[in-house]
């Protein structure tokens, strides 16, 4: 792993950030491409477990977005 | 788009010349029939909608800007085929003349509107909105292309429609206020000449030189017409009453879209849905008698033991994926994961024939979990959930992958960081799909009420149009009687009296059994979802008031706005500075100088990058009306209008030529060149001349400021309703296109200047829109609850409650069952948020559509690490 | 013709014809619209378009104003 281009993992909520990645794509706002996103219905979802998992799986860090 | 192939009869030899006929032999599904022959119909139906679009602009008007004498002189629509990826050129703009990219581009509006040359005297009211868009997309295509637009008036008044312009402007897109006088070939390219405000002239040679065409009537107009037997108006378009926009002069028959006056999409689909209420409220007898109920072919059982087969469908999306994103290899990528029996490409996957194509695959390839990845599950996914159900797999086995927003969209300058990306999005779908399962839909019985909140034209107008389909409605209402703004309009611009429509209203209430009315009442409460609300209203004055409940299905949101009070100019410290609506009762009375001699309009004032940001759409014609009004009553007076843009869209246009007529002076300013009131000896007016080309200072009598609309109270109901609202605190539409009247929140809907500034006549078609989506729930008389809600397993749940403690929506029950408490999930209420399945001590929760297993196989795959 | 000389605005009324019809002349996104929210409203609607397929003007659009979004 790179520290220049540390994989992300997200979890979105689907009625704010993943609506805000959405209408970030439909204004062509650009950003950095080295983030994966798991949608969520809110990020009340998110366990502990997906967390530890997710580093353990290699992510540099973990966006939650809600 | 024909989603089937079609004979061209004016190229078919056989059809033309009576030979050929080799298609029907090769037709393996004989399909093709030459002895078809048009045959006449005949249906009795109780009401008909007309909504036969636009009609062209005649190319005698187009060969006076040189279309036909250069090839590279394209009207709008032409060129709108050349960027669409589907379209001819397949999306890459090029001259005609020599295949090379164009890298001057210019477009001119109002070819065949506001010319009375044509006798289309109206504004088309979309042009300036399409160039701005092609002019967005070009430069996109090629950020090289120098773009200038010519106009008169950019007429962006739709809502949030000004930021677009804004965007248009940062990217280097050049708006040039100048006539085009003249339009010449130049070897390859087409010089232009043109002359500006300050009088100078100018040329200037360009690529390609893009015509901005009106929308006229359509060509058989006057047929339409004389076969329904409705009246048309002088333009040839279908002729309404300004307080009843749909209604033709024919009993039953009602007019939508581009026919009734030009307008863009979004109007378009709000009359649709008023005229569908229009039409539901005169045959309500008959609801529900002719209809045919769609039937799914029984589902397919798919069962946790069954080998797991997923299809991946890659999708273009025009070139909006493509362009960026790998696609086949992509799809390429995705036939080596594990359990992908099938994995293919598709220009558009939403497209009619795309379902046609899904659902055949389903079949060939016993396919039981389909990985959509084109675009956002937020828009797309009940799509495919329909398609899915038609092929008769169950709704919750298709899962979407977005590289469209969320990847060729946001990296549009990193292809192969953009293609691995979607790579790792689809692996990490794939992955979760196999974890997906069949979930049953429930349905909830629907409270068979509305709620109507705002008592001006809106809410009034809503709450009788859903009256009149057979509903009971609560209509509440902050003041102490009804009507609204329309109390403060004195007149239209057509001349119509606002009073008189308050009048009708207000009686028609008095006597609808159907609509009870609530002064001095505000909403403190709202519970429970879609079909079935239940909200607590305070009510009365303020000693006596007391507390209702009311239970009800379905919520209108009608709140209405405000006169904009704007700090600047002087307002209420300068005693002769005053706002329209306070010119407008002024007028409306007897006092003796109430049309002084001289008085100046200032446009904008607080609007459009002042203290409001947005563009409040009326001012623009309140100012013509007003000014005609003076000129009516002194005709002597000298009334100068300071503007940025004359906004006086559709017919409109006919008054503010009027007013010019009649000697009404309008001067145009631009934002850094703001017209200023200055105090000294006298109050003055201080603005830039364009033709002068300097500082001009004038002592009017009254200076008269056009100040805008805000909302009224949608930040607290937004906060009740979890209602989204705009940076300037309107309300969020669902989608700004195609559900208009709709919010993000199932089951409430808005209408009027809650929504976006409009006037009188807009306002009263969308409250009627609001009225057929508020009736449909209550039609239905149940609604779906989507299955991604929590599920309880009782074996594990220890019945500690903490799901109970933290759910949010209440949507927790706690249950004995054999003496031992258990938590059980209310479908309906339930959100799927899924904080009780996070915050279980027993992994006794999982959330449908979002388990446990789905989202750690989400994230291993995420690491790549999994067998996949 | 004289079926539909006898029709009377609101009503369907003869045995044969389908009760709670209603016709849609056009079929571009006004009349699409208006022919859903028809059925919807618990009405059976005839969609008559004189051209070999539906979708009007806005088939012909590449992308829509002011979001530029896909305008399928």
């Not at chain 2, 079909?531 to 209203?537: A, E, L, Y």
């Not at chain 3, 003007?57 to 399928?72: G, H, W």
Request: proline letters at 4%; hydrophobic letters at 40%.
């Amino acid at each position: 792993m790179s520290d220049a281009n540390p994989k992300i993992l997200g979890f979105l909520c689907n009625w704010c950030c993943y609506a805000a990645a959405d209408a970030a794509g439909v204004a062509r706002y650009q950003y950095p491409p080295n983030i994966r996103t798991i949608r969520v219905m809110c990020t009340g979802r998110i366990d502990p477990a997906f967390i530890l998992q997710g580093f353990a799986q290699g992510a540099a860090g973990i966006f939650a977005g809600g | 788009m024909p989603a089937t192939y079609y004979i061209d009869p004016d190229a078919c030899l056989y059809l033309k010349h009576d030979t050929c006929q080799i298609c029907v032999a090769t037709c393996q599904s004989k399909a093709i029939d030459f002895s078809q022959k048009p045959i006449d119909k005949t249906y009795a139906v109780g009401a008909v909608i007309v909504s036969p679009g636009f009609g062209k602009v005649s190319e005698d008007v187009l060969k006076e800007y040189g279309y036909g004498s250069h090839p590279d002189v394209v009207t709008s629509i032409e060129f709108e085929r050349m960027t669409n990826a589907s379209g001819p050129l397949e999306g890459e703009v090029k001259c005609f003349n020599d295949g090379r990219h164009p890298k001057a581009l210019a477009f001119i509006q109002c070819v065949g509107s506001r010319d009375i040359g044509c006798d289309n005297g109206y504004c088309s009211g979309v042009c300036c909105m399409y160039a701005i868009k092609e002019a967005i997309v070009a430069k996109e295509h090629d950020p090289e292309c120098e773009i200038s637009i010519f106009y008169m008036d950019i007429r962006t008044q739709g809502k949030d429609f000004d930021q677009a312009k804004l965007k248009a402007e940062a990217m280097g897109i050049k708006f040039i206020r100048a006539k085009v006088a003249d339009v010449m070939n130049w070897g390859k390219q087409i010089k232009l000449t043109y002359s500006e405000m300050d009088g100078s002239h100018s040329f200037a040679p360009f690529d390609m030189v893009v015509l901005s065409v009106g929308l006229e009537s359509p060509k058989d107009a006057r047929g339409i017409a004389d076969i329904a037997g409705f009246e048309l108006n002088q333009y040839d378009f279908c002729k309404t009453d300004e307080f009843d926009p749909l209604k033709t002069s024919k009993e039953g028959v009602f007019v939508v879209g581009a026919f009734q006056v030009p307008k863009d999409i979004p109007e378009s689909v709000t009359q649709s849905s008023a005229a569908a209420s229009l039409t539901s409220a005169l045959m309500k007898k008959y609801r529900g008698e002719g209809v045919v109920i769609k039937e799914y072919p029984t589902e397919i059982p798919v069962m946790d033991d069954d080998e797991v087969r997923v299809g991946v469908f890659v999708c273009h999306c025009g070139i909006n994926i493509s362009s960026v994103v790998d696609v086949a290899s992509v799809a390429s990528e995705a036939r080596e994961f594990g359990n992908v029996v099938y994995a293919t490409e598709s220009l558009y996957s939403c497209s009619q024939d795309a379902q046609e194509v899904l659902k055949e695959k389903i079949k060939e390839h016993k396919l039981n979990r389909i990985v959509m990845t084109a675009c956002s599950p937020r828009t797309h996914e009940p799509l495919f959930q329909e398609t899915l159900k038609d092929a008769g797999l169950n709704r919750s086995l298709v899962e979407m992958v977005n590289i469209r927003d969320h990847c060729s969209w946001v990296h549009a300058q990193e292809p192969e960081e953009a293609t691995a990306k979607s790579i790792d999005l689809v692996r990490m779908g794939v992955a979760k799909s196999r974890n997906n399962k069949p979930l049953t839909e429930q349905t909830v019985p629907v409270t068979k009420v509305a709620l109507v909140i705002g008592g001006g034209v809106a809410g009034m107008t809503t709450a009788l149009s859903i009256a009149a389909q057979g509903f009971p409605v609560h209509l509440i209402e902050r003041g102490e009687k009804l009507g609204g703004n329309l109390v403060n309009i004195k007149t239209t611009l057509r001349g119509e009296n606002p009073a008189k429509l308050l009048k009708e209203l207000t009686a028609k209430i008095k006597k609808e059994k159907l609509v009870s009315v609530y002064l001095n009442s505000e909403l403190q409460t709202v519970s429970g979802f879609v079909g079935n609300f239940s909200s607590v209203i305070a009510t009365g004055k303020t000693k006596k008031k007391k507390e209702v409940t009311l239970d009800h299905g379905v919520i209108v949101l009608a709140t209405g706005g405000t006169e904009h009070r704007t700090k600047n100019f002087k307002l209420g410290t300068v005693k002769k500075v005053v706002t329209q609506f306070e010119l407008e009762a002024k007028l409306a009375g007897k006092g003796k100088n109430r049309a002084p001699d001289s008085v100046v309009m200032i446009q904008c004032a607080g609007s459009r990058g002042d203290d409001l940001d947005y563009c409040s759409k009326v001012c623009c014609n309140q100012a013509v009306k007003n000014a005609l009004k003076i000129k009516d009553i002194n005709p002597e007076s000298q009334v100068i209008v300071l503007y940025r843009d004359m906004r006086t869209y559709g017919f409109a246009e006919d008054q503010y030529k009027e007013a010019r007529e009649k000697g009404v002076i309008f001067v145009p300013y631009e934002l850094a060149k703001k017209p200023k009131v200055l105090s000294g000896k006298t109050d003055v007016v201080e603005y830039f001349d364009p033709i002068l080309q300097e500082k001009v200072t004038i002592n009017p009598k009254l200076i008269v400021l056009s100040v805008g609309l805000v909302p009224e109270g949608t930040e607290t109901l937004s906060k009740l309703l979890k209602a989204p609202v705009t940076a300037n605190e309107f309300f969020l539409e669902a989608h700004v296109k195609l559900r208009p009247v709709e919010l993000a929140v199932e089951g409430v809907y808005v209408c009027g200047l809650a929504h976006g500034p409009k006037p009188i006549d807009e306002t009263i078609v969308q409250a009627q829109a609001a009225s057929a989506k508020a009736a449909m729930p209550l039609v239905k008389g149940t609604v779906k609850v989507a299955p991604t809600v929590s599920i309880i397993d009782k074996d594990k749940c220890i019945g500690c409650g903490i799901c109970t403690v933290v759910c949010p929506y209440n949507a927790i029950d706690m249950l004995k069952i054999d003496k031992k408490r258990k938590a059980e999930t209310v479908a309906a209420s339930c959100k799927g948020c899924g904080i009780c399945a996070s915050r279980c001590p027993t992994f006794a929760i999982d959330m449908g559509g979002f388990t446990q297993d789905q989202i750690l196989a989400q994230i291993k795959a995420f690491g790549n690490l999994e067998e996949v | 013709m004289g079926k539909a000389q006898n029709a009377c605005a609101g009503c369907t009324s003869s045995s044969d014809d389908r009760a709670g019809s209603v016709m849609v002349v056009g079929g571009g996104v006004a009349g699409l619209q208006t022919a859903m929210d028809l059925t919807d409203l618990g009405f059976y609607v005839y969609l008559v378009e004189k051209g070999p397929a539906i979708g009007g003007a806005m088939a012909q659009l590449d992308k829509t104003f002011p979001t530029n979004d896909c305008s399928l």
